[in-house]
């Protein structure tokens, strides 16, 4: 079969970076769409789509669309359906190519104590491992619990003792069994001071297979990857070697096809690597890899489907320079790194030389708590891993994303840390490095910012003005007091004053440790962005302004402010000592009743959000007072749970 139409069952990201290839192999593309991404910029890209009214689990819907839509293969990109032998089987046997391996090969690598198992039989390196609770003493403390049937996080849990096991195994087997359909989960011994190196591979259908360079994904939150690398800062020659070998010859033995990953877990002390699992997809972070060996991996699996040998041996193989790529979440560090919800009000970035996003988002886009949090991700590509970081670390401080709350900041902060410049990028890294990865906000960037701010919503009103746009700035009728402006950022409010003197604008913030008068003139000012001088330095600014927020990144990350009314909101009422939702979710269990006693640290609700499980604690002793929420139950980001006196 010679494929030339193909379906991408996916959305987001992955779904438009192989639709970028598609289209650059002049292959026909279809896509597929849930409710909630009809106007999604996947949808756009794509030459023909169709809906998916149940969503994108629904396999026989999209196989059957896929037979409507004459495709020839389908490419599951990540996550979904991609790891799901029965789907691949059902793919197949309706005679449309899968683009990946066989199903043989996903379902032995997707289970895994299974892969565990073929690993120890085939003398692979591998962790002890248990099904059994009783076996965690002979294991040893800290214990890592892993869900059988999936990765990226889910169903995982670190337990340091014997305490909290049975509440962490219970959490584990019900976000497995969510997330995967499959509750399964073991034991395994958790290496602290760790690193996750994971080695690129290619198989074709001849048995040929070969490597394409190890990546590095050690700098984790939530057990899910936030920075990857290639190469590794810390591999030698001599261990590089090593664990590109181990991998081939692991994927020899699958007789493995098309793009994979082997991952490993590394022992920073000893040098020792034992075998995690084999991802039987493309990963989220292979562009790294395509950046430094020049490979486009999507076209290499489709040429794999189309029944090519490999286009490279291991000898032509070479990499070249440093990448590195960070993923851009909805999420708030500040808070746990909980994932957020909104939308979308501005995404604008520089699109350097050396810098490749791969985004499904757009400014509009609305962030929905149905799917994982990621944007986008952003690669760059440097002479050496300074020179990569560097680059990176500018591009995202020169990017506005206004009207979602992101990591966008703490990726800068990590990319510009010493410990992380240094090459120390183990599990560890934000544990260890916390006060330098959540520093105080530079005041004085700050109090720059909030009199850009209130000079350019001044300028922004005034046009909109339709009865007072043709006067000149400084016109009166009469002395009028001075105009005001109230910030909230982090908690705090910041008020400014300000008055127009001839062509200058003079503010004076107040209620501050200590009066700041700035004059501001020379303002050139459109519906996103400014140019002015602040006394004596220039300045120039990306600015968005939604609703009652602004937000304004003049090269060193955005600063989100939200404008106070003059009025209060009646219906804005809290309720004192109530336990607030972190974020949108569903309600999966409530541990109390109506007069129960609870002591600080007690799980008291269990909220599903963007598939995964968050545990509401108790944050003081006390006593419910009131239920406001039942289970099963929706609820918006801040709703109130119940009231503890």
């Known amino acids: ?357 791969d985004t499904g988002i757009q400014s509009g886009s609305e962030i929905s708590p149905e799917y994982d949090p990621m944007l986008a991700k952003v690669i760059s590509f440097g002479e050496d891993r300074a020179h990569a970081a560097r680059l990176l670390s500018k591009e995202l401080r020169n990017t506005l994303l206004a009207g979602v709350i992101t990591n966008k900041d703490f990726l800068i902060n990590c990319l510009e840390n010493k410990s992380f410049l240094r090459g120390k990028t183990t599990s560890d890294f934000i544990a260890r490095e916390e006060k330098r990865l959540f520093p105080d906000i530079d005041k004085k960037e700050l109090d720059i910012s909030m009199k850009i701010a209130v000079v350019w919503l001044q300028n922004y009103f005034k046009k909109d003005n339709v009865n007072l746009n043709f006067l000149p700035r400084n016109w009166t009728n009469g002395r009028l007091k001075k105009s005001s402006v109230i910030f909230n950022f982090a908690n705090d409010e910041y008020c400014y004053e300000y008055e127009n003197i001839r062509d200058e604008i003079k503010i004076n913030r107040k209620l501050f440790e200590r009066i700041s008068t700035s004059v501001v003139s020379h303002i050139i000012a459109d519906g996103q962005s400014i140019q002015c001088q602040i006394d004596d330095k220039f300045i120039s600014a990306q600015v968005c302004f939604y609703k009652e927020f602004i937000t304004i990144n003049s090269g060193n990350g955005d600063i989100n402010l939200s404008i106070s009314s003059k009025f209060p909101d009646p219906n804005e009422i809290i309720i004192e000592g109530s336990l607030t939702a972190p974020m949108p979710g569903k309600i999966l269990k409530i541990n109390v009743k109506k007069n129960s006693k609870v002591k600080l640290g007690d799980t008291l609700v269990t909220l599903e959000a963007m598939k995964m499980e968050h545990a509401i604690k108790a944050n003081a002793d006390g006593v419910i007072k009131e239920l406001y929420v039942a289970v099963g139950e929706q609820v918006e980001s801040g709703a109130d749970l119940m009231k503890i006196d």
């Open 1 to 357: 079969m010679t494929i030339k139409r193909v379906l991408v069952a996916n959305r987001g990201e992955i779904a438009v970076r192989i639709l970028k290839t598609l289209q650059e192999l002049g292959l026909h593309s279809v896509a597929m769409y849930s409710e909630a991404d009809r106007e999604s910029l996947f949808v756009k890209y794509a030459d023909e789509a169709f809906f998916l009214p149940n969503g994108y689990l629904d396999q026989e819907t999209i196989v059957s669309k896929a037979k409507e839509f004459n495709v020839d293969a389908i490419h599951p990109g990540y996550g979904f359906l991609s790891e799901n032998p029965s789907f691949c089987e059902m793919v197949q046997k309706s005679n449309i190519e899968w683009i990946g391996p066989n199903a043989e090969t996903i379902l032995l690598m997707g289970d895994k104590i299974n892969s565990k198992n073929f690993c120890i039989k085939e003398n692979i390196p591998t962790l002890m491992k248990s099904s059994k609770v009783s076996d965690a003493k002979k294991i040893g403390f800290p214990i890592l619990i892993k869900a059988s049937a999936g990765g990226g996080g889910k169903g995982m849990r670190i337990v340091n003792n014997t305490n909290g096991l049975d509440e962490a195994l219970e959490g584990a087997k019900r976000e497995a069994k969510a997330s995967f359909g499959d509750g399964r989960v073991f034991l395994e011994k958790y290496i602290a001071n760790s690193r996750h190196i994971e080695v690129q591979i290619l198989g074709d259908k001849f048995g040929n297979v070969i490597h394409l360079g190890e990546r590095e994904c050690s700098i984790q939150r939530r057990h899910q990857k936030i920075i990857e690398e290639s190469p590794s800062p810390k591999l030698n020659a001599e261990l590089r070697n090593k664990i590109t070998e181990t991998a081939v010859a692991l994927c020899k033995k699958l007789k493995y096809e098309s793009a994979g990953t082997v991952e490993f877990i590394f022992d920073e002390d000893t040098n020792e690597f034992w075998f995690l699992e084999v991802n039987t997809r493309l990963q989220v972070e292979h562009p790294v890899t395509e950046m430094v060996t020049g490979i486009d991996l999507v076209k290499e699996q489709i040429n794999i489907a189309n029944g090519k040998r490999l286009s490279y041996k291991q000898t032509d193989i070479s990499q070249k320079g440093h990448a590195i790529e960070v993923r851009l979440y909805a999420e708030n560090p500040g808070n746990n790194f909980l994932p957020e919800v909104g939308n979308v009000s501005k995404l604008s970035f520089p699109d350097s030389d050396g810098i490749r996003w």
